[in-house]
């Protein structure tokens, strides 16, 4: 049997740049290797857990699907679908559920920073959000996990999780490991942090065009440019990690320009937002073609469903059997 991957974006925005690097390309990547079966969906009921608006999500999801294939997820290699359309993810992770225990949900870092940023949603469905996540990835066996590093801390509840059920029933989940790609950390555009899609003037959106991102990076902060040791934190760090990952072949040229106190930033931030500009068209270009294609999306979403219960069912009735459920 082929080795499974599983991976899913939430749908709070249209993913950016970083969602791309860091998880779309390694989705990419890997549906065309034969011997990998790959499921991607868009993570819906995920989206639940943090404030949303519920005129926009139906809508939103569909766009995600598109900006997948614009990515060039592909429905022939991979199975494409909406993770609230296969109910069986949250049945597993109902019975998932009782072999975590509160304390360990409520420490993990990501809970506590969700609860700080929304005070007022601290719920159920926030503190089980990892729950249902080693749901998504166990039901289908997936062995690997295209996500960015931020994701780490959710994989390694999934890992345990595995564990605890394979001693507990005798089930033959795989530990899931991270499949990263060399994007699998972003920086933001404002020199803190990630690129997320909740700061605002942190992120490059898929859609923007070059003037969009000039302005976004003229605004990035620097320094005096030099001289020095270029710096390995900070935002002059960033630019530079920015320049590994679109220009690798100009980062000895800059990083000598700094040394010697000469580095022009206006230059750099040129030719970087050029390098960006190039890599994101194809996807914008992709992105319009299935605008007027809404039907065939509408079909490789049911498809994509069905393939996709196929294959979670039958996990699911083996967990139910093994857990002394009546079946
Ligand atoms: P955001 O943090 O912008 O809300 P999500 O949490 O929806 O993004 O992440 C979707 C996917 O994109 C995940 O696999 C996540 O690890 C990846 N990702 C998000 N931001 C970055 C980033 N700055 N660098 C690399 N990968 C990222
Ligand atoms: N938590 C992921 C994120 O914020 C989205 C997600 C939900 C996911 N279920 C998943 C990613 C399963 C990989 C596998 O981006």
Redesign the pocket.
């Known amino acids: 049997m082929k080795k499974r991957i599983?991976?899913?974006?939430?749908a709070v925005a249209r993913p950016h740049l970083g969602n791309y690097l860091g998880a779309g390309k390694g989705m990419v990547q890997l549906q065309e290797r034969a011997e990998y079966e790959t499921f991607y969906m868009v993570?819906d009921l995920?989206t639940l857990t943090t404030p949303y608006d519920k005129d926009y999500l139906a809508g939103l999801t569909k766009d995600v699907v598109m900006d997948y294939l614009a990515m060039g997820l592909d429905p022939e290699k991979s199975v494409l679908f909406v993770q609230s359309h296969v109910p069986q993810h949250t049945e597993l992770a109902y019975l998932l559920s009782t072999v975590t225990t509160v304390a360990k949900m409520s420490h993990l870092p990501t809970y506590k920073e969700k609860i700080k940023e929304y005070p007022q949603h601290s719920t159920m469905a926030l503190l089980n959000y990892p729950v249902l996540?080693a749901a998504?990835?166990l039901i289908y066996k997936a062995e690997k996990?295209p996500?960015g590093v931020d994701?780490e801390p959710?994989l390694e509840i999934a890992r345990e999780i595995a564990r605890r059920m394979n001693a507990d029933y005798g089930t033959d989940f795989p530990e899931p490991k991270m499949f990263g790609t060399k994007g699998a950390y972003v920086p933001s555009l404002l020199g803190e942090g990630k690129m997320s899609k909740s700061v605002g003037g942190s992120y490059i959106a898929l859609t923007d065009d070059l003037q969009m991102i000039s302005a976004k990076l003229a605004k990035a902060p620097t320094d005096a440019g030099g001289p020095g040791e270029v710096p390995i934190t900070g935002p002059v760090a960033n630019l530079f990690k920015f320049l590994e990952l679109f220009l690798p072949n100009r980062l000895e040229y800059y990083g000598e320009a700094y040394r010697q106190g000469k580095l022009r930033y206006a230059e750099l931030k040129e030719e970087l937002a050029r390098a960006i500009y190039g890599e994101i068209r194809p996807i914008q270009e992709r992105r319009e073609q299935f605008k007027s294609k809404s039907e065939m999306v509408d079909e490789i979403i049911h498809e994509g469903a069905r393939k996709a219960k196929e294959a979670a069912g039958k996990t699911l009735q083996e967990v139910k059997e093994k857990m002394g459920l009546l079946v």
């Not at 599983?6 to 939430?10: E, I, P």
């Open positions: 599983l991976a899913g974006m939430r993570a995920h996540m998504d990835i996990v996500v994701q959710h």
